[in-house]
């Protein structure tokens, strides 16, 4: 059971469904056999996690909590899109309900607090302070852009810059004492686990690790990812696919770039691989700087 704070419009109520509510339905552990991390990095980075209600979280985690910037859609349709803080709205977002009418603007554990607009119709909002899910008074400020800090693709671009000097730009302390040739990276991709950087074998990082059904759908979804950061990017790539029977590679290979890329990364290759063995499989990310 839960209250919902209510806003009367005339004879209409608007509910504003905050994200605690949600949780004490379904809880980030999820206790379902059908709830669970989809993809990605549900622990400590970005990955899509779904709950046992059906709801849908696709952002970042800090210590297996929604923490930082993501978008969760619940199972009613609604969306926010914003900053967490441990599994609460906190931050700058913009909450959408189905029925049109959205909220953008500062929140404080999961309520509408701070500075920001509640528009009810297309004629009709409360723009100000706000506390505790209330609307205080009116105020004017510039409206808050809700939009995302973190870029899988210029993240990916910078590695491969860096593998053109041996990745001595984002390579960390070693992963143990005993192991002297591989270091944690300082820049990371957070969909990956699992990362680290071999003096010999370059970056390289887990993307899904589940059932050899699964891993296909991942290895596909993967390089889709890679695909679209190709795309946008300013590097031209030679795509090479390696089909054996327990492990299969999409290569790119690193051919030229304009003046405004980086052009010691050219000859840096980057492996997207399905590993298989019986019915488990891997889907990793390698970043290989080129061959003397």
Same mark, same amino acid.
């Given at each position: ?66 923490? +930082?910037? /993501? ?5 009613? #349709?609604?969306? %926010?899109? $914003?900053? !967490? @803080? =441990?599994? *609460?709205? &906190? +931050?700058? /977002? ?5 029925? #049109?009418?959205? %909220?953008? $603007?500062? !929140? @404080? =554990?999961? *309520?509408? &607090? +701070?500075? /920001? ?10 723009? $100000? ?164």
């Amino acid at each position: 059971m839960y209250i919902c704070p209510l806003k009367q419009l005339g004879m209409k109520y608007i509910c504003f469904i905050s994200l605690i509510t949600m949780l004490l339905c379904t809880g980030i552990n999820g206790y379902s056999q059908n709830a669970g991390c989809v993809s990605g990095n549900c622990d400590n980075g970005k990955g899509t996690y779904k709950f046992s209600d059906g709801s849908i979280y696709v952002g970042n985690f800090v210590k297996n909590h929604m923490d +930082g910037f /993501g978008k969760l859609t619940d199972a009613r #349709g609604n969306v %926010y899109t $914003g900053n !967490f @803080k =441990d599994d *609460k709205y &906190n +931050g700058v /977002g913009m909450f959408k309900r189905t029925d #049109g009418t959205k %909220y953008i $603007g500062e !929140f @404080k =554990d999961g *309520k509408r &607090n +701070g500075l /920001g607009t509640q528009y009810y119709s297309q004629t009709y909002k409360e723009k $100000g302070k706000w506390e505790n899910d209330r609307f205080l008074e009116s105020a004017e400020f510039e409206e808050f852009k809700v939009e995302e800090p973190y870029s899988f693709c210029q993240t990916l671009f910078s590695i491969i810059v860096a593998s053109s000097n041996n990745f001595s730009e984002v390579k960390g302390d070693n992963v143990s004492a005993y192991i002297k040739d591989e270091y944690y990276c300082t820049l990371p991709i957070k969909e990956l686990t699992t990362v680290s950087i071999h003096d010999q074998n370059g970056y390289s990082g887990t993307y899904y690790k589940g059932t050899k059904a699964e891993a296909q759908q991942k290895w596909d979804e993967l390089n889709g990812m890679i695909k679209n950061c190709i795309n946008e990017g300013c590097y031209k790539f030679q795509l090479q696919l390696q089909n054996g029977v327990n492990e299969k590679v999409y290569e790119y290979l690193v051919l030229s770039a304009t003046e405004a890329c980086n052009a010691n990364a050219i000859g840096t290759r980057i492996r997207v691989m399905l590993t298989t063995q019986q019915n488990a499989g891997d889907v990793s990310l390698w970043i290989l700087p080129k061959q003397p």
